[in-house]
């Protein structure tokens, strides 16, 4: 035993090592690329502010301040312990809210908050990759102002080139992530030392003093310079949304050991090389670099800020199943990339309207501190809200006591409403397109949810009690036939309509008969054991009801091989036939949806992925009965 013990120790911690190392690619991607325009937008953007010594320490008292509450106390000490059984992100923040607890109104507009931040994250993923590449190609004006034309095409070009290699995986180019990222920060840390001691008295900025006489002097400009500010802390919902890739503990250490203190040494760096020319506040971040090194680092920076990119387009693609599975958004076709990691996937349609609002987006701002302008708002109204619902996980989820949790909430919100409110002013400057993105995508989910939930409550209406069914059955003795037929039901309770409309036409049953129900579960992951429930009901029928994390993808031959392996009487997968209801959807019902979303629902109903496709059916096994419903 005590030879044991440490061996599994070291191996532990070679492990948690590790992964905290490939956390520097997929994590901090984003934050990591922040020194690219963060200072510049501060002194050089369309707030600017005066490039004068109490300005420059003021500033980097807000950065060094915003880095360590926001991102460190926050996010990698607080935000993190809220894990959906190893899971993060907005769904999974919003899952942990117990559905039995508080008033119902306080848990919808809860729910409400949620959708939006997952809203709001979607501006963020437009967003990221058109700033973030379009800032590193800017580098190459530094070198020389031939460059100038060019800025814009390759930004577009190479856009173009990481979304449609995204139909490839990320497993493979993955690899060498941690090592470029690694690299990166380094270069942060060795750029920024070299001019911190050339004006080491810029290390006095960790005074918050400094901040606060900021505000003072510049009184509402340095509310508009905060706006600005905040691009120092975007990547911070992304380090929660990679929870379950990594894990809590290989984030805080990559974080606290190397990203933290690399960032800080550069942003001091650019403040110092402000200090010594206030000429260089068109570009602080490249004025730090030799001349001799200006392209590699053009290069390297356009390399950082793709695998930036890369990760919030994957976060993207998880938010976007997460939604799938629990019913905020239509079927669309899931591409499992890797056969070694879940979690990579690649969904095609939202790979594509995110490469053209990439593209449009540089097109039409052309420059970085144009998008600048509209990057803070979607990052802090997520921020925000990730506050928000914080404090009602601890409080009802984990029986907190409230003089525990109220104090950190209130100043993580004096925080986050100070960034909102600071980004607000900018609205008019590009700020309302991420809210115009938001609004496009709360108002499809909810359609999307509130339509669901109409059809299911018109299928419950229109079906019959299921031992009603059975007892008919039991009383006419219709004709069976050999083999399987399964009926796919929305709702675990009643007849499905197909199964109703299949024996009214055709009179005749097959020897066995499933009635599957798939359900998602509020957990990312459900073990196998608890996957399958299944109920004999007599006459050679079956329910089976499938439950499903919001992390996975269903697969209903995979259910019938596992509940054949049970021991019921049911053919396997390639040997049965599939029965599907296909709605044609009427607007002229009386569901309580306004005209124009039930026209939106019917559209985005039409365009769903097919159900054939989603769950993985063999495509020559499956019937479809059309059924006309009015919504």
């Known amino acids: 035993m005590s030879q044991h ?3 599994s120790g070291k191996r532990s911690l070679s492990h948690t090592a590790a992964l905290a190392f490939g956390a520097l690619g997929v994590v901090y991607g984003d934050i990591g690329t922040s020194p690219l325009y963060a200072m510049k937008e501060c002194f050089y953007g369309m707030h600017a502010i005066a490039v004068t010594r109490d300005n420059i320490f003021g500033v980097l008292s807000l950065f060094f301040w915003s880095l360590t509450m926001v991102i460190t106390i926050k996010y990698v000490l607080f935000i993190l312990a809220a894990d959906n059984k190893g899971e993060g ?18 848990r919808a507009l809860l729910t409400f908050l949620a959708l939006c931040g997952a809203g709001l994250l979607y501006g963020d993923g437009v967003i990221t990759p058109a700033i973030s590449v379009l800032s590193a190609v800017e580098g190459l004006n530094v070198a020389t102002t031939a460059a100038q034309p060019l800025v814009v095409p390759i930004t577009c070009v190479i856009l173009f080139g990481l979304f449609m290699a995204q139909r490839h995986g990320t497993a493979g180019i993955a690899k060498i992530f941690g090592p470029v990222m690694l690299v990166w920060f380094v270069v942060l840390a060795v750029l920024g030392i070299k001019e911190i001691l050339n004006a080491p008295e810029v290390l006095a ?22 706006g600005a500010v905040v691009l120092c802390i975007t990547g911070g919902e992304a380090l929660y949304a990679d929870l379950g890739h990594f894990g809590r503990r290989p984030i805080q250490l990559s974080w606290l050991t190397i990203v933290f203190p690399c960032l800080l040494i ?3 760096g650019q403040g110092a090389g402000l200090l010594l020319d206030p000429a260089n506040a068109a570009n602080p971040f490249y004025t730090l670099v030799p001349d001799a090194l200006l392209y590699p680092m053009a290069a390297l920076s356009t390399v950082a800020t793709v695998i930036a990119s890369q990760a919030l387009i994957s976060g993207v693609f998880s938010l976007t199943r997460q939604a799938i599975q629990l019913g905020w958004c239509p079927r669309l076709r899931i591409v499992h990339t890797s056969s070694a990691m879940e979690g990579q996937i690649y969904i095609p349609e939202v790979n594509f309207a995110l490469m053209w609002a990439c593209i449009g987006l540089t097109l039409a701002f052309e420059e970085s501190s144009r998008l600048a302008a509209a990057y803070g708002i979607a990052v802090t109204a997520t921020m925000g809200i990730t506050s928000v619902l914080y404090f009602f996980v601890a409080r009802w989820t984990w029986n907190q006591p409230l003089w525990r949790v109220l104090p950190p909430v209130l100043v993580f919100l004096v925080f986050d409403l100070a960034f909102f409110g600071a980004n607000l002013l900018k609205i008019a400057d590009g700020g309302w397109l991420p809210l115009v993105i938001a609004a496009l995508v709360v108002m499809c989910m909810a359609t999307w949810r509130d339509g669901r939930l109409a059809l299911r409550q018109i299928s419950l209406a229109a079906t019959v009690p ?3 069914f059975l007892g008919e059955v039991t009383a006419k003795e219709p004709l069976r036939v050999p083999g399987t037929a399964v009926f796919m039901s929305l709702s675990p309770q009643g007849t499905p309509v197909t199964l109703l409309h299949h024996y009214k036409h055709n009179k005749v049953f097959h020897q066995s008969v499933v009635i599957l129900t798939i359900t998602a579960s509020d957990t990312p992951y459900v073990p196998e054991d608890n996957r399958l429930e299944i109920q004999e009901l007599g006459m050679g029928f079956f329910r089976i009801l499938a439950r499903y994390g919001f992390m996975e993808t269903p697969d209903v031959p995979k259910i019938m091989t596992r509940a054949r392996a049970t021991g019921i009487p049911i053919d396997p997968p390639s040997d049965t036939t599939f029965f599907l209801g296909r709605e044609s959807l009427l607007t002229t019902g009386k569901a ?20 054939t496709a989603y769950f993985g059916l063999p495509p020559g096994r499956v019937v479809e009965l059309g059924v006309q419903v009015e919504l």
């Open 5 to 7: 013990g440490p061996q």
């Open 592 to 611: 309580r949806m306004a005209g124009f979303r039930k026209s939106l629902f019917a559209l985005m109903s039409r365009n769903a992925r097919p159900a």
């Open 266 to 268: 550069n942003y001091f």
């Open 89 to 106: 992100g907005i769904f999974a923040l919003g899952e942990l809210l117990p559905k039995e607890r508080g008033h119902r109104q306080v």
């Open 466 to 468: 299921l031992r009603t």
């Open 205 to 226: 900025a960790v005074n918050p003093w400094h901040a606060v006489k900021f505000f003072e002097r510049n009184h509402l400009h340095g509310v508009l310079v905060l």
